[in-house]
């Protein structure tokens, strides 16, 4: 059974008659009459019964009618679901970011790709920028911002990120528009969580400098340590 033996069924149901039914179809009336009768035999019942010089629907055949036509719009929503896909129309993008990302850059962009492409269904997934890389190999996520140089995957550079220390205006540092690495041996910080490419950077070059400074707090939130 296939979506031709299909349509030539409700074809023929509509026409009433095989002959009308073959010339909308634009096929041979023999092979109309060839799909009618492999469907019967594939479904094991009389589609049609022949009046005349017509042919009408046996009880078993109206029954599966409606399914039939059922089965059809299925098929056409799906040829027009998969169209729509192919061209960008409709689907789901899931986006891994870091929240100061989803911040910065998706709260802005969603609202103009939604007015852009109202079909497209964009899902977030917040996490850190090295937990990222890995739930885009994993394909949990189809896009993600991730720190540059993997070269895993396919991306576009974006714009430079620069490590901040955020110090209170009595610091002895406040002052200081670079912070040698070193200064911060003996000093206590706050800090993100490992998952974000930010904090690993920083522990690369503390091990670089051989210090080990003390970390009173790890957050995920980037303005929870900024507040405090």
Known sequence: MDLHQLRTFVA???????????????????????????????????????????????????DLLRRSRRVLAE???LRERASALRAGETGIVTVGATPPMIEAVLAGFLAGHRRRHPGVEIRIVEDGGTS?????????????YIPVGDDRFVGRLLYP????????????????????????????LLALNRGFGSRNWFDTACEAANITPPVLLESASHNAILNL
């Open 132 to 144: 990222l890389v890995s739930r885009l190999e994993r394909g949990d996520v189809h896009l993600a």
């Open 161 to 188: 990120v620069h490590v901040i220390a955020v110090v209170p205006a009595d610091s002895e540092f406040s002052q200081n528009r670079t912070l040698e690495i070193g200064n911060l041996a003996r000093q206590k």
């Open 12 to 62: 023929i149901a509509d026409a009433g008659g095989v002959t009308r039914a073959a010339a909308r179809l634009n096929l041979s009336q023999p092979a109309a009459t060839r799909q009618i009768q492999s469907l019967e035999a594939t479904l094991g019942v009389t589609l049609f019964a022949r009046v005349g010089r017509r042919v009408q629907l046996t009880s078993d055949g109206e």
């Open 75 to 77: 098929a056409d929503a």
